[in-house]
């Protein structure tokens, strides 16, 4: 081989070796299923005592969650997506009154620092799960700072929706609809779920709407124990099925409701809601929880930083800004910070304005897959080029030591000049 032919080949094999190097880097993954809930940096999971919804109500004795002995080490991933140590430089929700209608809360749990008011029996959060959630709304964490809740600045209300087991009345539920209404809170979230609609529950939930309150409610009650979710019918809960509540259910990491989840229609957002960390009414440890009064805790954070950002908003324009911000799927998954950052066009839908200047973990993966798509294609197509670039260099680099005669005759010259 001649130096030039040399020297193409050369340059050949590392365009060979480039390309083979590249071509990998282009071509998705394939995601393994999920065998834990994952931790925020995808790693193990974390291992914390379980948050009930409700205690045992026919157990003889009420006997109280304990508090947890055990820390979380690290950041659950439901923070991650909701991209709440971004969201908390533009919005707390300082100032913003987010009354809780469930198993009540602990007005002096860790990370809630005196910014709880319970009313009557409220005070008593013998299940934990109102306390649990309050901390998701407003908790600042503690001596975990980044296991803050989305609306850290907020105050909390707490409200019994339930008895002291857990059980959800719908009498209940109404009185503290009514209380919260009285009380001017800018946020509701009922964390409990009814079978049945009443007028009383219709009348309740029409008031605090007339008087601007914003009020969310969990999509469905968590699923019973004893029998499979495939036995029971899909059916609408209340108050999530009144005309103006937004009705918040469940998701998992990869963005699908839980197989668990009781089959429901009228769903207007999902936010997470499984493996989910937040502390307790004693002690300063950590719980894990899940269901859809877990998502609807994080909505109601998210519509208090968006009302702490825009006070002057109607009700129906903050819920229109939670939905039309949320990431696009089945049914749309909450996304905290581009619901107080986001700039809305005439139709109520994002601009993406905030999200193109500065960009947060993509959710729906379809577009990344679109993309490595046209990433393969370039590599293949650049390759291509390379390859047909140094190959006219190798054939003219051949042809001038020719002497750019044809192929053949430069030997037969050469050999009739030699004799």
């Known amino acids: 081989m001649t130096p030039p032919a040399r020297g193409a080949g050369r340059l050949l094999s590392g365009a060979g070796l480039a390309a083979a190097l590249l071509l990998p880097t282009a071509v998705p993954a394939t995601a393994q299923p999920l065998a834990r809930v994952p931790a925020a940096d995808g790693k193990k999971g974390q291992e914390l005592p379980g948050m009930p919804s409700a205690l045992d109500p026919e ?9 947890s002995r055990q820390k979380a080490e690290k950041q659950d991933w439901s923070r991650q997506r ?34 709880v008011t319970a ?32 609306a850290p600045g907020a105050k909390i209300l707490a409200l019994r929706g339930t008895d002291r087991r857990g059980q959800a009345s719908s009498a209940l539920v109404v009185e503290a609809l009514r209380a919260a209404t009285e009380a001017k809170a800018e946020v509701i979230a009922v964390a409990v779920a ?42 609408t809960y209340w108050p999530a099925g009144e005309p103006g509540v937004l009705s918040v259910a469940d998701m998992l990491p990869g963005g699908t409701r839980p197989d668990s989840s009781l089959p429901t ?4 957002l999902a936010a997470p809601g499984a493996g989910v960390v ?28 968006v009302r702490a950002t825009r006070p002057d908003d109607s009700p129906e324009a903050v819920v229109r800004r939670l939905t039309s911000t949320a990431y696009p799927a089945d049914i749309p998954q909450l996304d905290a910070y581009a619901a107080v950052t986001a700039v809305l066009g005439d139709s109520g839908t994002s601009s993406g304005a905030e999200r ?13 897959d679109r993309a490595t798509g046209r990433a393969t294609l370039f590599v293949l197509i650049g390759s291509a080029g390379v390859l047909a670039a140094l190959w006219a260099g190798f054939a003219l680099s051949r042809a001038r030591a020719r002497g750019w005669r044809p192929a053949g005759t430069g030997t037969g010259a050469a050999a009739t000049g030699a004799e």
């Open 356 to 368: 193109a200047a500065d960009p947060v973990t993509v959710r729906d993966t379809s577009a990344t």
């Open 59 to 67: 157990a003889e004795e009420v006997v109280c969650t304990p508090a």
């Open 194 to 235: 009814l079978p049945r609609q009443d007028a009383a529950l219709s009348s309740a939930v029409a008031e605090a709407r007339r008087e601007g309150a914003v009020v969310l409610a969990a999509a469905t009650p968590d699923p019973p124990s004893r029998i499979g979710t495939d036995e029971i019918p899909a059916r």
């Open 82 to 115: 909701l991209d709440l140590d971004r969201l908390h430089q533009h919005s707390t929700g300082a100032g913003v009154t987010v009354a809780l209608i469930g198993t009540g809360v602990a007005p002096d749990a860790a990370g809630l620092d005196g910014r």
């Open 265 to 268: 229609d009228g769903i207007d």
């Open 119 to 150: 009313q009557g029996e409220a005070e008593d959060d013998c299940v934990g799960q109102g306390t649990f959630l309050a901390g998701l709304i407003a908790g600042n964490g503690g001596d975990s700072p980044r296991l803050a809740g989305v």
């Open 278 to 305: 937040s502390g307790g009414p004693s002690g300063d440890g950590h719980y894990l929880g899940g269901g859809a009064a877990v998502a609807t805790a994080y909505a109601a954070g998210a519509a208090a930083a």
